[in-house]
């Protein structure tokens, strides 16, 4: 049996090295016939060493990246050739493939970046952070309560752009001798502001749901997977009533580890397209396209499992339903909004027309989620977050100035002294 593992592991292996192979022989090729970067151009990058498989971290920033770069040129800086294939590919800002370190160092030289961004916390962000005189910013790719977001990881950062007060509160209790004022800065949720996309169905009098299952994962503790225990059930009832449209945009990865979650998943898909075929105007939705942000911005309800998708969401600030995972050994956060949510547990998945129309019009329950949606995210009136997150730019570049300006001045003094010395020398001789 060993020798069998060893050979599919290395089997595997190939197939990557040949994919991986592939796609920088593409790259290359690829832009090699696009007009070179402008010299002293670009005065921003965003940091990105993450391939294909991670580029839902860099596509909900596509949208705000483009509106700040009217003022501040930004480049991407991709490090793996799967995920540059794909920003060059994508609506992407200016990528610059920048496979090894010295294809880094090259390409810095040519350009006047002072503010490097960062999505995810990739080890080879390191290598990035060797570069002094500019700033070093986390902005993260999603705001949420998981552990991920109190990493000792964010002091290796000069400044994080942070959602709102929950992740300040996060890391002020979890974070030893972090200076949280003088190190995040609050800018709301910008990509909330870009929720935009072509609705695939004519808006009319239904109810729409959108239900947003993650994956099954592939630890106990990270089993907060809905489809093989809520999903039928509730999608069977909402497909039955006329009144409802669902929107069932389950994780990719969605029945990778377990079969049997995997075929509820197919069951649901088969059951939305044989509503569809039944009725045409129901206009059910399997989507399982690359852009998020219509999905959220048009759904009147959204049920969705413990993951980002609950404060993407949230940023909404629309009325929403968190499924409480069926397997008692999730780990689920005793804090927070997941500590005051309205849960959808598996009893109540059946009759979830009833918890829909519930969270729709109880006062009690949209008061509560207005408070949470403040504590997370601040004033979610659209174009706010673009403005804190414009502000946080500027007083960046504000500071920038400062220090280079105090750089500059030091350098003068130094001249200053060389000359006194000479005239030192001078008087000597």
């Known amino acids: 049996m ?3 593992r060893d050979v599919k592991k290395s089997y595997r292996l190939l197939r990557k090295a040949l994919r991986s192979r592939r796609a920088v022989q593409n790259v290359r090729r690829t832009l090699a016939a696009m007009p070179p970067h402008p010299e002293e151009h670009y005065k921003i990058a965003v940091y990105f060493a993450d391939g294909a498989v991670n580029m839902y971290q860099m596509r909900q920033w596509y949208k705000p990246l483009a509106e700040l770069a009217k003022k501040w040129p930004v480049v991407v800086l991709s490090r793996s050739a799967t995920g540059a294939e794909k920003l060059i590919a994508e609506d992407a800002p200016p990528v610059a493939f920048v496979p090894t370190v010295r294809d880094m160092e090259r390409f810095i030289r040519t350009q006047d970046i002072r503010i490097v961004l960062y999505v995810n916390q990739n080890t080879r962000n390191f290598q990035m952070f060797r570069y002094g005189r500019r700033w070093h910013v986390f902005i993260n790719h999603g705001e949420s309560d998981k552990m991920y977001m109190t990493t000792n990881q964010y002091k290796a950062y000069d400044y994080a752009l942070v959602a709102g007060q929950a992740a300040r ?9 972090f200076d949280i004022d003088r190190r995040t800065i609050e800018i709301g949720r910008p990509q909330a502001d870009h929720y935009s996309g072509s609705l695939p169905f004519s808006a009319d009098e239904r109810t729409v749901v959108l239900y947003a ?5 592939d630890r106990p503790s990270a089993f907060y997977g809905s489809i093989a225990t809520h999903g039928e059930s509730l999608v069977a009832a909402l497909l039955a009533t006329g009144e409802h449209r669902v929107v069932y945009r389950p994780h990719p990865r969605s029945g990778v580890v377990d079969a049997d979650y995997g075929a509820a998943h197919r069951r649901i898909v088969a059951a939305i397209a044989a509503a569809n075929e039944a009725d045409p105007a129901a206009g059910h939705v399997y989507d ?3 852009e998020l942000g219509w999905q959220l911005a048009s759904s009147d309800v959204a049920i969705v499992d413990i993951s980002a998708m609950v404060y993407d969401r949230l940023a909404v600030g629309k009325p929403l339903l968190i499924t409480r995972p069926a397997d008692e050994r999730a780990s689920v956060d005793t804090g927070g909004y997941l500590s005051d949510c309205e849960w959808l547990t598996v009893d109540r998945a059946s009759g979830i027309v009833a918890e829909v129309e519930r969270v729709r019009a109880d006062e ?11 504590h997370y995210f601040g004033d979610t009136t659209p174009g706010v977050a673009t ?16 220090w280079h300006q105090r750089e500059i001045g030091s350098v003068v003094t130094d001249e200053d002294d060389d ?11």
């Open 364 to 374: 009690e329950a949209i008061a509560k989620l207005r408070m949470w949606v403040r």
């Open 169 to 177: 509160d996060r890391l002020s209790r979890t974070l030893w001798d």
């Open 387 to 402: 403005a804190k997150f414009h502000a946080a730019i500027e007083q960046l570049m504000a500071e920038w100035d400062e």
């Open 288 to 290: 399982d396209g690359p």
């Open 419 to 429: 000359d006194e010395e000479e005239k030192d020398d001078e008087l000597v001789v």
């Open 2 to 4: 060993g020798a069998v």
């Open 213 to 217: 299952p993650t994956w099954e994962g």
